[in-house]
């Protein structure tokens, strides 16, 4: 489905796109996204849901700059908003990995909202990848969008590459609150409890240094 305006689309990465706005981009109407909305609002904090929500922009809006084509927009929209779901304690797995948890959630999601099994399976995947060190585009173009778009709205990786006004836009709209404080807590809790999982690795990567440092505030 596509999501982004009719100006948007249709672009080559050689090609000047148009100034990026906030209304460049609208939500999908579909039951899929709509639930996933309903449930991450129900679950997260404000400012766990803020994240969501300019994680999603933020990976859009990287598409449009890279000139990114073939993009399953429903399926980005819906891996960006329950990405950290499984950071809610509602849905926390004993063993597995928050985002693996979490990918689980939109497969159960997305299947009672009709999505056959494999695209279900493809929204387990983009969730789980978006926690890699990087995905390569040509293998999950939307795994990689929501990887560079986390990247950004955590530790401020490439804040440079989308335009000033649009990151003042989105911030202003869904401003960041207590990210740094709540999303740092919450991982450090994943990384004591399952050592094993993705969370350490960003622990010990300083996640919580990047998160007090990053220059979106």
Do not use: C
């Not at 990918?103 to 009672?112: F, P």
């Amino acid at each position: 489905m596509q999501s982004r305006s009719d100006t948007l689309t249709g672009m080559s990465a050689h090609e000047t796109h148009p100034p990026l706005h906030l209304d460049s981009f609208e939500a999908p109407r579909t039951p899929a996204a709509v639930a996933a909305l309903s449930l991450a609002t129900q679950y997260h904090s404000p400012a766990i849901l803020n994240h969501v929500v300019r994680s999603w922009l933020w990976a859009e809006a990287f598409a449009v700059i890279e000139g990114r084509q073939d993009i399953d927009h429903e399926l980005l929209y819906v891996s960006a908003v329950l990405h950290d779901i499984g950071l809610a304690p509602e849905f926390d797995n004993v063993f597995r990995s928050y985002e693996e948890a979490g990918g689980h959630v939109a497969v159960a999601l997305t299947r009672g909202a009709g999505w056959d099994e494999r695209r279900g399976t493809r929204a387990l995947e983009v969730i789980v990848r978006h926690n890699w060190p990087s995905v390569d585009p040509a293998v999950d173009v939307e795994g990689y969008l929501l990887e560079i778009a986390t990247g950004l709205d955590i530790s401020g990786a490439r804040s440079d590459a989308l335009p000033e006004p649009f990151l003042r836009e989105v911030l202003e709209a869904h401003p960041r609150l207590d990210l740094a404080t709540e999303f740092g807590s919450g991982v450090v809790d994943q990384a004591a409890r399952k050592p094993h999982t993705a969370a350490h690795r960003l622990v010990e990567g300083g996640v919580v240094r990047k998160l007090e440092q990053n220059p979106l505030g």
